[in-house]
């Protein structure tokens, strides 16, 4: 099983659709969970941690199930700007904790 | 301010040839990370640093590989004997604190390296 799994998609939705991705994660001794942003040809960037009551960023709203192992995003009102890859990050457990595991990423495009 | 530099931007290099991918964190930030992306694909953990010490290096693929930090800031990866499916790019990325804290990852533009 791979350290972090994603939804592989693509994700083709019109502006204004609300759009959800989900990311597993074997190792349950994780505690710091990410999604990062990746325009095509860009370096990744951070859209937001991932907290264990769950938060929200104006149209995103991230969740952690801790029980199931896996997070998700949640995009109300896309745009067409939202159009990247969405990846999740999740770090590893007890002496590794200060390694950064990416998964694949999901792409999502926006069209009009 | 500065962010992180990485130098250089493209190399191409013949197969067998050794080279050197450098990387200049954003200063003060004391975790200092090395991923790889193939074409279309994610990215792929080779190792991290905590100040100059690299408690984890399992992602390096093989013993050609290896890297090193000093001074807690700049960081080296070096590719010794490359082969083609070296070609990729190397991704360098540092953080302030330690990942329990949810710092960020602040990536460089990365370094394109072509094996010919």
């Known amino acids: 099983r791979k350290e972090v799994e994603q939804d592989p998609g693509p994700f083709n939705v019109p502006e204004g659709a609300t759009v959800a991705f989900n990311c597993t994660y074997s190792n349950s001794a994780s505690q710091s969970f990410f999604w990062y942003r990746q325009d095509c040809r860009k370096e990744p960037k951070l859209l937001m941690s991932v907290y264990s009551s769950g938060n929200e960023d104006g149209r995103f709203t991230a969740q952690l199930n801790r029980a199931s192992q896996y997070i998700s995003l949640l995009i109300r009102d896309s745009k067409l700007s939202d159009s990247a890859t969405y990846l999740c990050v999740v770090n590893g457990g007890g002496t590794s904790y200060g390694k950064l595991t990416f998964g694949q990423g999901t792409i999502l495009t926006v069209h009009p | 301010g500065a962010g992180v530099s990485q130098s250089p931007s493209n190399k191409v290099t013949e197969k067998g040839k050794d080279v050197e991918l450098r990387c200049d964190p954003i200063s003060g930030h004391t975790a200092l990370y090395w991923y790889r992306q193939s074409l279309g694909q994610g990215l792929e953990f080779l190792i991290y640093?905590?100040?100059?010490?690299?408690?984890?290096k399992s992602g390096l693929p093989s013993d050609r590989f290896s890297a090193e930090r000093t001074g807690g800031s700049v960081s080296t990866l070096t590719i010794q004997r490359t082969q083609q499916e070296d070609s990729a790019v190397y991704l360098c990325?540092?953080?302030?604190?330690?990942?329990?804290?949810?710092?960020?990852?602040?990536f460089g533009n990365g370094t394109r390296l072509t094996v010919t």
């Open positions: 990325a540092s953080s302030s604190q330690g990942t329990a804290y949810n710092s960020p990852l602040h």
């Open positions: 640093f905590q100040g100059n010490s690299a408690p984890d």
